[in-house]
């Protein structure tokens, strides 16, 4: 069945280093996509969305890029932090704009920032 | 800044008993939806809820899960006759209309554990 899923499920990084988390889908029809931080015993918490008629969009220290040739997304934090360490997330809609905005998750990559 | 917030943050309950567990969304959201994540694994979605009925429902939604608005502002989950396997921590979220950065925001989370 389509999903959406990741490559690396674990990333260890210095910090100060840029960090890189990616995200690949299968549902050619995925038209919004949102990374998500989760801290343990945490909800998800929101960090950066895209729409599919863009490639590109930065946040404050974040990049979300999304390659839609090859189904590929992915999240760019810059100078990264201890408190960045989490489970990151990307999830996807396949039509965002109708009545239901159901999210489908990717499994998560662990990122550690190691001080 | 606008939270979702569920209650309470953990329940224990014995198998075969009834649990409701509580939201409130964020109060001009319009859609509202459970998710539950088992240890270990990936966000799953449950039910998404618009127009004070539900708009779509996953097969793990079955007949002994039920939503209800009973209020403005209250959301809750209520699964009937707990088993082992619904032990997972159960996630509220809600959102308003709109593209980009309309805020598809979760709660903390409940623990619930089934014994």
């Known amino acids: ?115 | 800044e606008p939270e979702v917030t569920q209650t309470p943050s953990h329940q224990v309950t014995q198998m075969g008993q009834e649990v409701i567990l509580r939201c409130v969304p964020i109060s001009n959201h319009l859609y509202f939806y459970w998710y539950r994540q088992i240890l270990g694994q990936k966000v799953e979605f449950l039910v998404s809820f618009y127009n004070n009925e539900i708009s779509e429902k996953s097969e793990i939604f079955d007949d002994q899960f039920s939503v209800e608005r009973p209020d403005g502002s209250n959301f809750t989950l209520k699964i009937r006759s707990t088993k082992l396997e619904d032990s997972a921590m159960y996630f509220c979220a809600s959102t308003g209309r709109g593209p980009l950065g309309y805020g598809y925001t979760f709660g903390s989370g409940t623990r619930l554990t089934v014994v």
């Open chain 1, 1 to 115: 069945g389509e999903s959406v899923g990741l490559h690396l499920p674990t990333l260890s990084v210095q910090e100060g280093d840029n960090s890189i988390i990616n995200c690949a889908y299968s549902n050619s029809a995925s038209d919004y996509f949102i990374w998500y931080k989760q801290e343990s015993g945490k909800g998800p918490q929101f960090i950066i969305d895209i729409r599919s008629n863009m490639d590109k969009r930065q946040g404050q220290r974040v990049t979300v890029l999304l390659n839609k040739t090859v189904k590929h997304l992915s999240l760019q934090i810059a100078a990264t932090q201890p408190g960045d360490s989490a489970v990151y997330f990307c999830a996807e809609n396949p039509s965002w704009g109708g009545s239901n905005y159901k999210l489908t998750f990717g499994k998560g990559t662990l990122l550690t920032v190691n001080p």
